[in-house]
């Protein structure tokens, strides 16, 4: 009897997929298809038109692409000033990035206090939320937790489908205050659960910023240092936006220009950045790291770390995928403004601890893949640090379990997501659908009793 649970019945059904999914790959230059919505120069399809955000990265001179230094721009707003007036005036940025975004303009200090705290008071998680939806069904993956989590805070609102700009502004602020508080809970349950260690929940202290929240909720003994809580601060403004067309917020915009409720597009949202090309991206970074480790000897010999990045580029080497993580941009060309303000943090603290080498080992390897990359693939494109090349060393650093490097970018970017939704509702007015060329050719019904 045929029974698609059976390993062969599923590999037949696999195979007639197969048989039937080929697209010539020539289809796609006859019919001009963008793929990835991408044009043949590699930059994207002018999809929309945004107010939040600019990130740039080269320029188009008479037709031709040229490099710059990259810039990333919050309303106007350059990230590298954001962060370094932050830094210098000694205090936490990111509610005050997250009111910029939300709101289009820099608090003063008495509503930046208000946010903040108003943002403190609506962490706590609804009555049984964390025993009914992290506790009783732990996951592997925090990002699926993140997202069921998401879509299960629907049933707990009264107003879950009233899309005024008020109630979605009061649905963004729930989350952005929320997410790192079930963030921190699904991971104690998944230590618990599948790892067999001691699962520890502490209360929630109103008086915490967002980024001491985190570190408070994960260490047992609930302390940290300015330095590493300033530190984590700054990777949650470098996250928390980055325009239009990223991956995960135009998930976030395709499902709201469909009419849908805020938490099934902001779940959608982190359901794409769980991507190992999108948020997934410091994981591979830090497998990377692993593999330089054990195979070269001496990390400050470049020669001999310049010979490894051979046989990675060459597929010889650690995954074959013939990638250096971490390097490398959509947009950015000369360099990734996220990367060179979160670099020269990192290595302040880095600096005289047994972390600093590892930080030296991906320096090197960001100062040599550009001409090794020229010189094994023959390409002339212009290849920079992105923010992921050191987002998960910081991450280790701090002693933030690999577990939650991806759901920390989720943390963070929800405040971009909720940006792009409610503008997507003030601003846009059709439903996105872009098309797809049929090439399938027409046939004639068969009877089942002639196949």
């Given amino acids: 009897m045929y029974n698609v649970n059976e390993k062969s019945g599923i590999e037949k059904l696999c195979s007639d ?91 003063t200090e008495s509503s930046l206090k208000n946010f903040s705290d108003y943002l403190a008071e609506r962490r706590e998680l609804p009555p049984g939320f964390v025993v009914d939806m992290i506790l009783k069904a732990p996951s592997k993956n925090i ?81 940290y240092t300015p330095e590493e809580a300033k530190l984590l601060d700054t990777m949650l403004m470098l996250h928390a936006e980055h325009g239009g067309g990223n991956n995960s917020t135009f998930t976030c915009r395709v499902l709201t220009s469909s009419g849908t409720d805020a938490y099934s597009a902001y779940a959608a949202a982190i359901g794409s950045l769980k991507g ?64 060179v303000l979160l670099k020269k943090k990192a290595f ?20 040599l893949t550009p001409e090794l990359f020229h010189q094994v693939k023959g390409s002339d494109k212009v290849v920079c640090a992105n923010v992921d090349m050191y987002s998960g060393l910081v991450y280790k650093m701090l002693g933030i379990p690999s577990d939650l490097y991806t759901p920390l970018f989720a943390v963070s970017r929800i405040v971009g997501w909720a940006a792009h939704r409610m503008e997507e509702i003030l601003t846009g007015s059709r439903i996105i659908r872009p098309a797809y060329k049929a090439v399938a050719k027409p046939r004639n019904y068969v009877p089942i009793s002639e196949r």
């Fill in 17 to 107: 997929l197969s048989e039937n999914s080929k697209i010539e790959p020539k289809l796609y230059d006859k019919f001009f298809v963008k793929r990835g919505l991408r044009n043949a120069d590699g930059t994207g399809v002018v999809a929309g038109i945004t107010n939040i955000c600019n990130v740039h990265g080269y320029v188009v001179n008479e037709g031709d692409r040229e490099p710059i230094e990259g810039e990333l721009i919050y309303r106007g707003y350059s990230i590298k000033d954001l962060v370094e007036n932050v830094s210098a005036e000694d205090r936490f940025g990111f509610e005050e990035i997250t009111y910029l975004l939300l709101t289009g303009k820099l608090p």
């Fill in 276 to 339: 190992p090309r999108h948020g997934g991206a410091n994981m591979k970074v830090m497998q990377m790291l692993e593999d330089f480790k054990t195979h070269v000897s001496n990390w400050e010999d470049e020669g001999q770390v310049a010979d490894h990045m051979i046989k990675v580029l060459k597929k010889e080497a650690n995954d074959h995928s013939g990638l250096i993580y971490g390097m490398g941009h959509a947009v950015y060309t000369l360099s990734d403004p996220r990367a």
């Fill in 143 to 223: 990002m699926n937790k993140l997202g069921r989590s998401v879509l299960a805070l629907y049933s707990y609102d009264e107003n879950c489908e009233d899309h005024s700009i008020e109630n979605e502004m009061r649905i963004a602020i729930d989350l952005v205050a929320k997410l790192p508080v079930i963030m921190t809970n699904a991971y104690q349950a998944k230590k618990s659960y599948y790892e067999n260690k001691s699962m520890i929940m502490h209360p929630l202290r109103k008086e915490e910023r967002m980024a001491e929240t985190i570190l408070s909720l994960l260490r047992f003994d609930r302390q």
């Fill in 348 to 367: 302040e603290l880095a600096k005289g601890r047994e972390i600093e080498a590892e930080f030296r080992l991906l320096d090197t390897i960001e100062r």
